[in-house]
């Protein structure tokens, strides 16, 4: 008989993996940390493999977790929607505003799932940065957008707070002074949050290369010109970065827009959204 993997057990990972930290998937989850490590381990002993280096820091992937990890993200994603799918059938246009930073991430392809399960529905993705959303909202492109809400003139109906986490090709020397950074340029309110922590741990820091893509950012890391930060899932293999000071979480906020109230397809969307968050 095949191995089977239990849908409570890949939500914890990927919890754990998306946090950072142990302690802050518990929370996100309501459960102890003995009994979320417990379920870890569990997972593990399935697979065979450790997942999760677990440090002082708080937690990174190994390579067999690095390798599981979209597996357990479509997984999650495609239960939440067979779920759905059974209640009733979604028809209609549905625009999705998501940072770049999700768009690279399992986000896109649980969105391209869903319309292949709903092939009465059509589902539109825009990205961009805040002043675009803010344009694709204004002009109705879109029905719900997961970004800045301080860029949107709807409050958020929900928030969530994600991790950023250091990265780095492996040639960059983690002891250089100034420490050389790649940033996201301006507009970007996590540049400010992330130079404050390096300012008030000490480090002296010089900006190696900015861009305005999410892609530019990845290959100046990928070229080794300096250190990011990112969202987790946006670190590439063995380009997690250790021993740097623990960075801020950032606020992600769901707004919708007004008028969308019970349509079917923008409430399935909108719980499809905060299932993988």
């Known amino acids: 008989m095949g191995l089977d993997l239990e849908t409570s057990l890949l ?29 870890l381990r569990k997972l593990e002993r399935s697979i065979g493999d450790p997942l999760l280096h677990r440090s002082a820091a708080g937690v990174s992937l190994t390579r067999a977790g690095e390798t599981l990890l979209p597996y357990a993200e479509r997984i ?27 768009t690279a991430a399992p986000l896109a392809q649980a969105l391209a ?40 003139p709807e409050p958020p109906r929900w928030t969530v707070r994600l991790p950023l986490v250091w990265a780095a090709g492996p040639e960059v020397d983690l002891g250089l002074d100034p420490l050389p950074l790649v940033l996201f340029s301006q507009p970007c309110r996590w540049r400010m949050p992330v130079l404050d922590t390096l300012k008030d741990s ?29 969202l987790p899932a946006q670190v590439e293999p063995g380009m997690a970065v250790r021993g740097l000071p623990e960075l801020p979480d950032v606020e992600l906020g769901l707004v919708r827009r007004p008028g969308t109230e019970g349509d079917p397809l923008v409430d399935a969307v909108e719980e499809l959204l905060k299932s993988l968050i």
């Open 11 to 39: 939500r914890a990972f990927v919890t754990c993996a998306r946090s950072g930290s142990i302690s802050r998937a518990a929370a996100a989850l309501g459960h102890s940390q003995p009994a979320l490590s417990q379920q």
């Open 76 to 102: 999650l994603a495609l239960s939440a929607q067979a779920v759905a799918a059974t209640g009733q059938t979604v028809v209609g246009h549905c625009g999705v505003g998501l940072i770049e930073d999700l």
């Open 113 to 152: 799932d869903f319309a292949h399960i709903h092939p009465q529905a059509t589902l539109e993705l825009v990205s961009g940065h805040g002043p675009a959303m803010r344009r694709a909202f204004a002009s109705n492109r879109i029905h719900l957008a997961l970004c800045d809400p301080s860029h949107l």
């Open 202 to 230: 000490g480090y002296a820091w010089r900006i190696a290369f900015e861009s305005t893509s999410l892609a530019g950012v990845q290959s100046a890391v990928r070229a080794g010109l300096g250190v990011a930060a990112v």
